[in-house]
């Protein structure tokens, strides 16, 4: 019997990798040390906000991590801000960066109206439904607020295969029933493929296909980027080529979609009609 068929027979498949939640944590941990804050956006993604609505309210991130520098800058920076976690030990990791709650993006445990703006960065990939997290941060929203998203991109090429999620060179690539059977044997048979994450990968979006879910959520108008960063936002600033292409893509329909598909395509604002 092979080593995967001993696996198939011993192990309990709906429980997957209990232990890997824990581990998951630690490996986490490690690699967002290894980067440090400086590979997190959080300022100018801020600044994009700012550019769309007036931030005067709670501002909440989900799914934090056990290590939330994002949350950390913006308390540090005079927000009312809270982050919620569904992993229950990243919760008491976080604790240390500023006040966390346990909750999921599809049960957020906040009243309706109560957020002015929420930041989504690298969660709605991994999470069981995004139409459900879509419709609860709307919930959550207030009436002229805005969600912020940040996520895996369908198209996105690497000349060497690198999707940030899975192991496995051009994994965003593949068609989706061979990316469910490698998803399967993440959970039970290879966690390794995803860095030993409880909560790998399973969805893989394009920007109009962000747009559609949004407005199946009840968002108005929607905004990537390159549609908000100004030539100082320090995502403009570390790359010459986007800071030549800013403005010649930005008012150029084709162009933009074009971009859309590699450069920016990755996040998107979503703004609630007040």
Not at 72 to 98: H, Q, R, T
Not at 105 to 123: G, T
Request: glycine residues 8%; contains cysteine; charged residues 20%.
């Amino acid at each position: 019997m092979s080593k995967y068929a001993s696996l198939y027979e011993n192990r309990k498949l709906s429980a997957g990798y209990p232990e890997l939640e824990a581990r998951g944590v630690h490996v986490h941990s490690h690699n967002q040390d290894a980067a440090g804050s400086n590979a997190l956006y959080i300022g100018a993604f801020m600044e994009c906000m700012k550019r769309l609505i007036t931030v005067e309210g709670k501002v909440l991130l989900v799914g934090c991590g056990p290590h939330p520098h994002a949350l950390k800058w913006l308390c540090e920076n005079g927000y009312d801000a809270e982050a919620i976690e569904p992993v229950e030990m990243s919760v008491k990791l976080a604790a240390e960066f500023g006040p966390v709650r346990q909750g999921s993006a599809e049960n957020i445990p906040f009243a309706d109206q109560s957020c002015r703006a929420i930041f989504m960065e690298s969660v709605l990939e991994h999470v069981d439904s995004p139409e459900k997290s879509l419709a609860e941060c709307f919930r959550v929203l207030e009436p002229g607020g805005a969600l912020f998203i940040y996520t895996t991109n369908r198209w996105k090429f690497n000349i060497r295969g690198f999707n940030g999620e899975y192991n496995i060179p051009f994994f965003n690539w593949l068609p989706k029933f061979i990316q469910e059977s490698f998803v399967f044997h993440t959970l039970h048979f290879r966690p390794d493929f995803a860095n030993h994450n409880a909560r790998p990968a399973v969805h893989w979006f394009s920007y109009p296909e962000l747009c559609q879910l949004g407005r199946s959520a009840g968002f108005a108008q929607f905004y990537s980027t390159l549609d908000l960063a100004d030539a100082g936002n320090k995502m403009i600033q570390e790359s010459r080529l986007r800071g030549f292409l800013l403005d010649k893509v930005r008012y150029n329909p084709v162009l933009r979609a074009l971009a859309l598909t590699q450069m920016g395509g990755t996040s998107i604002y979503m703004w609630k009609r007040p």
